[in-house]
């Protein structure tokens, strides 16, 4: 039977609809043939290792003044995430076990006594819920489940 003529193109978008909804041009492979370019989806984005990535936004709200910026720094040689939670200094473990996933932690930090130990809380009790990450550009967006929800931080990254 004959597709009506004024039908095509409403099925041709279903189509193209359909297969767009099933790729995320966002993910990227941490292994195997395609990980050499994993960290830079395209030319203008930001990789993921030997960056500083420096706190913009925490738990929907701007990232709170403080008197050093909290910063992650993922070790590329070795699978090791270090930082500035604030006043005190953290590192630890990552992987990447797939496209996209990210894990940190345990994560281990100094225990100096400073005002901005609520956003050090705070920014700590993120990096370890994170599970998954998106690279846009120069803003690393940290996940806790998948990358449609609300991120748990946002880090911007920054000349060393």
Known sequence: MPV???LRPAALLGLL????????LN??????????????????AAPLREVRWELRELAGQPAPATAETPFLTLRDGRPRAEGRAGCNRFSGPYTLSAAGELRL?????TRSVCPDLP???????ALNQARRYRIRGNTLSLYATDTLAAPLAQLQAVAE
């Open 4 to 6: 009506l003529p004024c």
């Open 17 to 24: 609809a359909a297969s767009a909804c099933s790729y995320d």
């Open 119 to 125: 956003t050090e809380g705070t920014f700590l009790q």
């Open 27 to 44: 993910e990227r492979p941490t292994a195997g043939a395609g990980a050499a370019g994993a960290d830079r989806p395209d030319a203008t």
């Open 105 to 109: 932690g345990p994560l281990v930090s």
